[in-house]
């Protein structure tokens, strides 16, 4: 049984560019949630994805967006970049939406805007 | 609005001691408390996590203590090892479906260093 799976593992951006991050979620979960984490914080939640549609959003943006693949992977788009936007990504995955199953965490990718 | 509180923000214990960690929330309609350890480069991993309806959960070395009256619960390690030294965080979410997914409401961070 594979985990969650991120990629890339590091990037770096010039403000106002766009980037796409991906996330494989773990075998059999349907559900797939995105975390940012900037250095310090606790990770803060932007928006979870079920069945292939947005299923929640955090206090971020709409530069922000999302999707979910019917394999259940997902990308994270992130228009218009901000130096704020520098951060630790993460996707977590879980089996099903709306229930407390515990999540599974990739190990993220460390987004850097210069 | 930061709705779960966490302290402290860092913690030095020596090896075979106790370490504890203390969350305080805000929102009543929370109905899950996880708490998460994270290592350097890697993603959050579940450790150990309560519901209300009990107050004491023990896993191993590892125990929540909930105080449902207070909004409170806190994270306990028994017989700390250097193995433990990691950053730990506190969450809480409200479940049900047809909610906006459990998304989780993470504390700050405890930054734990176990000395041998």
């Known amino acids: 049984e594979t985990g969650v799976t991120q990629s890339p593992t590091h990037l770096i951006k010039t403000r106002g560019q766009q980037v796409t991050l991906r996330c494989s979620s773990q075998s059999g979960h349907n559900t797939v949630s995105w975390y940012q984490q900037a250095l310090g914080q606790g990770p803060q939640f932007i928006f979870q994805y079920y ?12 530069r922000f967006s ?18 704020d936007d520098s951060a630790l990504y993460l996707c ?3 089996l099903q939406a709306g229930l407390n199953y515990g999540y599974t965490f990739g190990s993220g990718t460390r987004l850097t805007v210069v | 609005q930061q ?4 302290s402290p923000q860092s913690l030095i214990v ?3 001691g106790i370490s504890i960690i203390n969350c305080a929330y805000e929102n009543t309609a929370f109905d899950y408390f996880p708490w998460y ?3 350097p480069g890697k993603g959050p991993a579940l450790l150990i996590a309560i519901r209300p309806d009990v107050s004491e959960k023990k896993e191993g070395r590892f125990t929540i203590s909930f105080n ?9 390690i028994m017989d ?9 965080f506190c969450a809480a979410s409200k479940g049900g479906r047809n909610n906006a997914g459990n998304m989780l409401t993470f504390g700050g961070g405890t930054r734990l260093m176990v000395k041998p």
Request: charged residues 20%; without cysteine; aromatic residues 10%.
């Open chain 2, 14 to 16: 020596q090896k075979g």
């Open chain 2, 3 to 6: 709705q779960v509180k966490q």
């Open chain 2, 37 to 39: 350890q994270q290592f």
């Open chain 2, 68 to 76: 449902k009256s207070a909004k409170q619960f806190s994270l306990h």
């Open chain 1, 66 to 83: 999302g999707l979910q693949f019917p394999n259940y992977s997902s990308e994270l788009n992130v228009n218009a970049l901000e130096l």
């Open chain 1, 92 to 94: 977590a995955s879980s």
């Open chain 1, 51 to 62: 069945r292939e549609e947005e299923n929640g959003r955090g206090n971020f943006p709409p």
């Open chain 2, 80 to 88: 700390s090892q250097p193995g433990d030294s990691a950053t730990y």
